[in-house]
């Protein structure tokens, strides 16, 4: 299967260059999302889509992103559960996910 990603970002070019230079590198198809589903998203919208990944996959890409010093909270990897869901579902479930996990890290810092 072809390896794929969608990335949203609005507002850092800079990001967004960085994360299709190594997606160019790696081969890794850039898909885009229609204007249409974009203007749903709030301005601040960021989150990474990877298609056609395996988790060790994501982990190593993930770990590139991370020694250019580049970080997205919000991503997932495609599912049978979340592949047709419209932009907007995506990011709102993205979203609680990533609010849920940062309260779970904080309560374990504060009992340590």
Request: charged share 35%; with cysteine.
């Amino acid at each position: 299967m072809e390896k794929k990603i969608l990335y949203i970002n609005k507002k850092d070019a800079d990001k967004l260059r960085g994360l299709r230079n190594l997606a160019l590198i790696r081969k890794i198809k850039i898909l885009t999302a229609a204007e249409e589903e974009l203007s749903t998203l709030p301005e601040e919208a960021e989150l990474l889509k990877f298609i056609g990944f395996s988790s060790q996959e994501v982990g190593s890409f993930l770990l590139d992103l991370r020694k250019l010093g580049i970080r997205v909270d919000l991503k997932c990897m495609e599912t049978e559960n979340n592949r047709n869901w419209s932009l907007a579902e995506l990011y709102k479930e993205l979203q609680e996910e990533h609010e849920y996990m940062t309260k779970g890290q904080q309560r374990r810092a504060e009992e340590s």
